[in-house]
T-cell receptor, first 117, second 113 residues
Framework: AQSVTQLDSQVPVFEEAPVELRCNYSSSVSVYLFWYVQYPNQGLQLLLKYLSGSTLVKGINGFEAEFNKSQTSFHLRKPSVHISDTAEYFCAVSRHLTQGGSEKLVFGKGTKLTVNP | DAGITQSPRHKVTETGTPVTLRCHQTENHRYMYWYRQDPGHGLRLIHYSYGVKDTDKGEVSDGYSVSRSKTEDFLLTLESATSSQTSVYFC????????????FGSGTRLTVV
């Protein structure tokens, strides 16, 4: 079965600084990859996803992520963060099923990003 | 999120009472899920459904049951609430294939006293 590891539970940064939130996965087969964001007292919303094609994926709010198959990583980046980016970020993975059907997503435990003025 | 609503948004209940949370969707999606979110644990899957009357257990299903008699509604019942079930509960939906991503509801904050 696949698993997801978010390497940092908390990441504090200053406003306008760059940020990288790290995500590694384990799977013996090809995967789909996702980043979700959860603002305080809200549900999760999709930031971006990788299904196939270009390994650099652009999402909402200026975020992007790069799929690295050899390193089994899908790190999330933003070149300049704002106070409003303060939220919890979740990485998720699911496996391709070549024989048909589909699989549930597996979520990491989340990374809390705090952007300070 | 648009197309998925959870009710109630907040609930306080006493230990030992039954509680039912509702998830309603207008997207006609096949898959529906119930998660709980607790500090340090991330999201944990309680139960999920892959069609009307078709449900299965997730990783933390003890003390919970679900029902799905219509495509649009997925009910989560705490048969006899305990303080350990104090949590934020999220419903999610997905079309097919389900691994193309989920849409989440806004959550229900449940406190068991």
């Amino acid at each position: 079965a696949q698993s997801v590891t978010q390497l940092d539970s908390q990441v504090p940064v200053f406003e306008e600084a760059p940020v990288e939130l790290r995500c590694n996965y384990s799977s013996s087969v090809s995967v789909y990859l996702f980043w979700y964001v959860q603002y305080p007292n809200q549900g999760l919303q999709l930031l971006l996803k990788y299904l196939s094609g270009s390994t650099l994926v652009k999402g909402i709010n200026g975020f992007e992520a790069e799929f690295n198959k050899s390193q089994t990583s899908f790190h999330l980046r933003k070149p300049s963060v704002h106070i409003s980016d303060t939220a919890e970020y979740f990485c998720a993975v699911s496996r391709h099923l070549t024989q048909g059907g589909s699989e549930k997503l597996v979520f990491g435990k989340g990374t809390k990003l705090t952007v300070n003025p | 999120d648009a197309g998925i609503t959870q009710s109630p948004r907040h609930k306080v209940t006493e230990t030992g009472t039954p509680v039912t949370l509702r998830c309603h969707q207008t997207e006609n999606h096949r898959y529906m899920y119930w998660y709980r979110q607790d500090p340090g644990h991330g999201l944990r899957l309680i139960h999920y459904s892959y069609g009307v009357k078709d449900t299965d257990k997730g990783e933390v299903s003890d003390g919970y049951s679900v029902s799905r008699s219509k495509t649009e509604d997925f009910l989560l019942t705490l048969e006899s609430a305990t303080s350990s079930q104090t949590s934020v509960y999220f419903c999610a939906i997905s079309g097919a294939p389900q691994n193309y991503g989920y849409t989440f509801g806004s959550g229900t904050r449940l406190t068991v006293v």
